[in-house]
């Protein structure tokens, strides 16, 4: 009752309007009306310091992106069934930025679209149905994609061609990256064992390389090697969802799977590629698509268009003219650091980790028995947002900090940031 009534307005206007579908963030509901690169402002001018939104990720309204959508608009915005020479620039741009066994690139609107179309390629190319993905995975909003998200819970039944592993909790399952490793491999050969029980071979193991709805799992760099030799080895593909690491946020490398020395043999990308224009897309080992672009129609009619591609271009440009990848690397290091000097002697502080500026402070009720503690994190991000500081959480039981920038985040902005978590770790003491 604390908000001023306009907003209350709009949030009974917007229950009534929207349904009972839609969710708010934060237990005081944030009204917001302009965003500039790291800044949300509301309706009072206040200015919020963003370190939740990946999707903007060269900063909110970045001039370069409106001023490629802005011309795009006024010239043409079409589909990809005809010559365009600006999509073919971009894709060989795109490509590039990947290793050279990836060769092709197909666009679709959203992340789910994208994923969708990967297992699509996928159980075409191997003939085969299943499906392994971690306990706490989301990749997407189809009915195909949600029967291998189990972070929609029990609502929403996995397929029966699905099977889960555990998520690379190293803190919890291992000591050390031998036995992370090991604990990995053999739920994979479990997992692959069960399914031939049930006379289903494997299609694919995909996997979000940051592990983003797990609860950030960045580390020991290389944990994925031995779950896709052991894929690989029972004719299944790897598929990397980079939807929510990729473009260079965990910093070094455009790509999350780069961190672990592994080449997928398709990639899905999506939400922060056009800063906020609708445009994802799938990119495939060539030798998949030739049966499937033989023999299958797939047109996506918004996916790839005009528009899209200016915007996701503009998103290339500025990521290299800005350093936006060093920029997380350097700037995420300093949140990474500072965070770990404010948990030093915090019990509720399970583990900082992270790469770049994609981090995660697992919050527990004690470090004895790594209890998660999903209160708390409600708690710490419902004290930073009256603050004025934007995060949220993540991770199976909501107890996982998530820290996740535009990445024109200053080093100037982290210090912000931490000394607002400082303020707010003092409710844990
Ligand atoms: N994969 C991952 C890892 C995601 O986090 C998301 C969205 N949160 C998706 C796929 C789906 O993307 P979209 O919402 O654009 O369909």
């Given at each position: 009752?604390?908000?001023?009534?306009?907003?209350?307005k709009?949030?009974r206007r917007?229950d009534?309007?929207?349904g009972?579908?839609?969710?708010l963030?934060?237990d005081?509901p944030?009204?917001?009306l302009?965003?500039e690169?790291?800044k949300l402002?509301?309706?009072d001018?206040?200015?919020?310091?963003?370190?939740?939104n990946?999707?903007?990720?060269?900063?909110?309204?970045?001039p370069?992106?409106?001023?490629?959508v802005h011309e795009q608009?006024?010239t043409?915005n079409?589909?990809?069934?005809?010559?365009?020479?600006?999509?073919l620039?971009?894709?060989?741009?795109?490509?590039?930025?990947f290793?050279a066994e990836?060769?092709?690139?197909?666009?679709?609107?959203?992340g789910s679209e994208?994923?969708?179309?990967a297992?699509r390629?996928?159980k075409y190319a191997?003939?085969?149905?299943g499906i392994?993905?971690?306990s706490?995975?989301y990749?997407?909003l189809?009915?195909e994609?949600?029967?291998f998200?189990?972070?929609?819970?029990?609502?929403?039944p996995?397929?029966a061609n699905?099977?889960?592993?555990?998520?690379?909790d190293?803190l919890?399952?291992?000591s050390?990256q031998?036995?992370?490793e090991?604990?990995?491999?053999?739920?994979?050969?479990?997992?692959?064992a069960d399914?031939h029980?049930?006379g289903?071979?494997l299609?694919?193991?995909?996997a979000?390389?940051i592990?983003?709805s797990?609860?950030?799992?960045a580390?020991?760099?290389?944990?994925?090697?031995p779950i896709?030799?052991?894929?690989?080895?029972?004719?299944g593909?790897?598929?990397?969802?980079e939807?929510?690491?990729?473009?260079?946020?965990t910093?070094?490398?455009?790509w999350?799977f780069?961190?672990?020395?592994?080449?997928p043999?398709i990639?899905?990308?999506g939400?922060?590629?056009g800063?906020?224009?609708?445009?994802?897309?799938?990119?495939f080992?060539p030798e998949?698509?030739?049966e499937?672009?033989r023999n299958?129609?797939?047109?996506?009619?918004f996916g790839?268009?005009s528009?899209?591609v200016?915007?996701?271009?503009?998103v290339?440009?500025v990521?290299r003219?800005?350093s936006?990848?060093?920029?997380?690397?350097?700037?995420?290091e300093?949140?990474?650091?500072?965070?770990e000097d404010l948990?030093?002697?915090?019990?509720?502080?399970a583990?900082?980790r992270?790469?770049?500026?994609?981090i995660?402070?697992d919050?527990?009720?004690?470090?004895?028995?790594?209890t998660?503690?999903?209160?708390?994190?409600?708690?710490i991000?419902?004290a930073?947002?009256?603050?004025?500081i934007l995060?949220s959480?993540?991770?199976a039981?909501?107890?996982v900090?998530?820290?996740r920038p535009p990445m024109?985040?200053?080093?100037?902005d982290?210090d912000r940031?931490?000394?607002?978590?400082g303020?707010?770790?003092?409710?844990?003491?």
């Amino acid at each position: 009752d604390e908000l001023p009534d306009e907003i209350q307005k709009n949030i009974r206007r917007r229950d009534q309007s929207l349904g009972p579908g839609y969710r708010l963030f934060y237990d005081t509901p944030l009204e917001v009306l302009r965003g500039e690169g790291v800044k949300l402002f509301d309706r009072d001018g206040n200015e919020y310091l963003d370190v939740y939104n990946n999707v903007p990720s060269v900063g909110h309204c970045h001039p370069k992106v409106i001023a490629a959508v802005h011309e795009q608009m006024q010239t043409l915005n079409t589909n990809t069934r005809y010559v365009q020479e600006s999509i073919l620039d971009y894709s060989e741009d795109l490509l590039s930025t990947f290793p050279a066994e990836l060769g092709h690139v197909m666009f679709t609107c959203t992340g789910s679209e994208a994923n969708d179309l990967a297992m699509r390629v996928a159980k075409y190319a191997t003939g085969n149905q299943g499906i392994i993905v971690t306990s706490g995975a989301y990749h997407g909003l189809t009915a195909e994609v949600a029967s291998f998200s189990p972070s929609l819970g029990i609502g929403v039944p996995l397929g029966a061609n699905v099977r889960v592993i555990d998520a690379p909790d190293a803190l919890r399952y291992s000591s050390d990256q031998r036995s992370l490793e090991d604990h990995l491999r053999n739920q994979v050969r479990a997992a692959i064992a069960d399914l031939h029980r049930h006379g289903i071979g494997l299609a694919a193991f995909i996997a979000d390389s940051i592990f983003s709805s797990d609860g950030v799992f960045a580390g020991p760099a290389g944990f994925l090697r031995p779950i896709i030799e052991e894929v690989h080895a029972a004719g299944g593909l790897y598929i990397a969802d980079e939807v929510q690491p990729g473009f260079g946020r965990t910093g070094q490398e455009w790509w999350g799977f780069q961190r672990h020395g592994i080449v997928p043999d398709i990639v899905t990308i999506g939400k922060p590629m056009g800063n906020g224009i609708p445009v994802a897309a799938a990119i495939f080992k060539p030798e998949l698509l030739v049966e499937f672009g033989r023999n299958i129609r797939y047109f996506n009619t918004f996916g790839g268009n005009s528009v899209a591609v200016a915007a996701a271009q503009a998103v290339l440009d500025v990521i290299r003219e800005e350093s936006l990848i060093d920029n997380a690397l350097k700037v995420g290091e300093q949140i990474i650091t500072g965070l770990e000097d404010l948990a030093q002697d915090l019990d509720q502080v399970a583990e900082v980790r992270g790469s770049g500026f994609f981090i995660g402070v697992d919050l527990v009720t004690d470090r004895s028995s790594l209890t998660p503690d999903g209160d708390a994190a409600a708690g710490i991000v419902n004290a930073l947002r009256e603050d004025r500081i934007l995060i949220s959480a993540c991770g199976a039981q909501g107890n996982v900090l998530k820290l996740r920038p535009p990445m024109p985040f200053s080093s100037n902005d982290a210090d912000r940031l931490l000394d607002g978590i400082g303020r707010a770790f003092k409710r844990l003491r």
